[in-house]
């Protein structure tokens, strides 16, 4: 199993820490967004850019309102208010990093209270700073990374409209929050006695009612980010790259193409197949063993969110955003370190060697990001499979339809969401 390490101090709040110690967080929120903001400016950005053309597209349409084409209709219309304060290019860099900011800000602060651990927020800071110091202020991410932590901190508490909510929001904007539904479903049903079939009614009827509400504003758009995801090619940073480069290393190509650099490799059609297959079992199987009480809600949640990055033909950098929350909610794993720390080799650095290298005569390709990229996809499969062996290791929860049990010893140490309140009490996260 990954080792722990730990944070010193209490893991829970109790009120009497020292006022420097209330303000860390604070302060290391600020630290984030200084430093984040200067790599901003630095490095070249191309998908601030692509956010501030979208952005203007939206606010001056005539007509049809123009919405991206591979993300959701909500991101189009955070583009369009960033683009309405500031439309030059300098001006929406500062002003979306400033916007990232303020919901890293929201994110550590409402997860603080939500999971009654102050130290939740220093490890998620850290994981953050490990894997994405260069692009989290300039990715839209953390937007859907908050939404799916206030989900699954509501469905750790019990409160499951407020996590259908949050969640449904997240998707409204990346489509991944919606991966948590059946865990909540699954979660709720075994807490209640009851299939919440009644809020799976509801989030139908509200997604169908924006869809109409976009294709009547703009039409034959519903689809279009279906569309581009089914269209794109092999990442060069996912795991079906690295399977790919391992299966054949000699001769690949790569192409730029759907604003990234894609892998051109032998027999991809088979291995991208053989990983769908692999990432529908794995998901059905963590949904079954949830629904027999061997995983808590968190734990669910996690599982299903990495599963689904390994197994996408697609795993950029800020992939990694959407996981940090949740491993947050642990003490800190040295394989989940390494594995965001590796995500900073992949981009920006080994991005910055395979463009260099070419000045200097020597013609590497893709290579130096596969290579980086192979290393962290096998330290994060590694650290993940431990990780998830040692939660199935732990008692059990076996309820009453109605009632709350409270957690075995075996379970301090995780946020269960089928007793959320009675462990938190017991400030179940160390």
């Known amino acids: 199993m990954s080792p722990e390490l ?21 302060a290391a929120v600020g630290a ?11 490095l070249p950005q191309s998908d601030l850019e692509v956010y501030r053309r979208y952005g203007l597209a939206t606010l001056h349409s005539r007509g049809a309102i123009a919405l991206p084409r591979e993300y959701p209709a909500a991101a189009g219309v955070v583009f ?4 309405l ?10 002003a979306f990093g400033l916007a990232m900011g303020a919901v890293l800000a929201a994110l550590v602060a409402a997860g603080g209270q939500l999971f009654a651990d102050r130290r939740w927020g220093l490890r998620t800071l850290l994981y953050l700073t490990a894997a994405a110091i260069a692009i989290a202020l300039g990715r839209y991410d953390l937007l859907a ?13 019990g409160r499951w409209g407020g996590a259908w909510v949050a969640a449904v929001i997240g998707a409204a904007l990346k489509i ?44 034959g758009t519903l689809l279009t980010p279906l569309v581009y995801e089914l269209r794109r090619g092999v990442e060069v940073e996912s795991l079906a790259a690295s399977i790919t480069a391992l299966v054949h290393p000699f001769g690949l190509g790569w192409h730029f193409a759907f604003g990234s650099m894609e892998l051109i490799g032998p027999h991809q059609a088979v291995i991208t197949t053989v990983l769908t297959v692999a990432e529908l ?16 809600v968190p734990a669910v949640a996690l599982a299903v969110l990495t599963v689904a990055i390994l197994g996408d033909r697609v795993f950029s950098a800020q992939y990694l955003i959407w996981l940090v929350p949740l ?45 980086f990229a192979a290393v962290r996809n096998a330290v994060l499969i590694w650290a993940s499979i431990a990780w998830f062996v040692g939660e199935l290791r732990r008692e059990p929860v076996r309820l009453v339809p109605g009632r709350q049990a409270r957690p075995s010893p075996a379970l301090r140490g995780s946020c269960n969401a089928s007793v959320p309140t009675t462990l938190l009490d017991e400030g179940g996260i160390s």
Not at 145 to 157: C, F, H, I, K
């Open 85 to 94: 304060v500031a439309p030059s290019a300098t001006g929406f860099t500062v």
């Open 281 to 296: 079992a794995c998901l059905l199987a963590v949904w079954v063993l949830a629904w027999r009480g061997r995983l808590s």
């Open 32 to 42: 984030f967004v200084v430093v984040g903001l200067v790599v901003q400016l630095r």
């Open 176 to 219: 991944f929050p919606v991966l948590l539904l059946p865990g909540f479903f699954v979660a709720e049903w075994r807490s209640t006695g009851r299939p919440p079939w009644r809020r799976v009614a509801v989030t139908v009827a509200v997604g169908a009612a924006g869809a109409g509400v976009q294709n009547a504003l703009s039409p």
């Open 145 to 157: 990374a908050l939404a799916a932590t206030l989900a699954v901190g509501l469905a750790s508490r």
């Open 327 to 371: 491993w947050a909610l642990w003490p800190l794993r040295a394989g989940w370190v390494a594995s965001a720390a590796l995500t900073t080799m992949v981009f920006p650095l080994s991005f910055v060697l395979a463009f260099w290298l070419p000045s200097l005569g020597v013609q590497a390709g893709p290579y130096p990001v596969l290579a």
């Open 6 to 26: 730990s944070l010193p101090g209490p893991a829970v709040d109790d009120g009497q820490q020292a006022p420097s110690r209330r303000l860390l967080p604070v």
């Open 80 to 83: 369009a208010l960033v683009a």
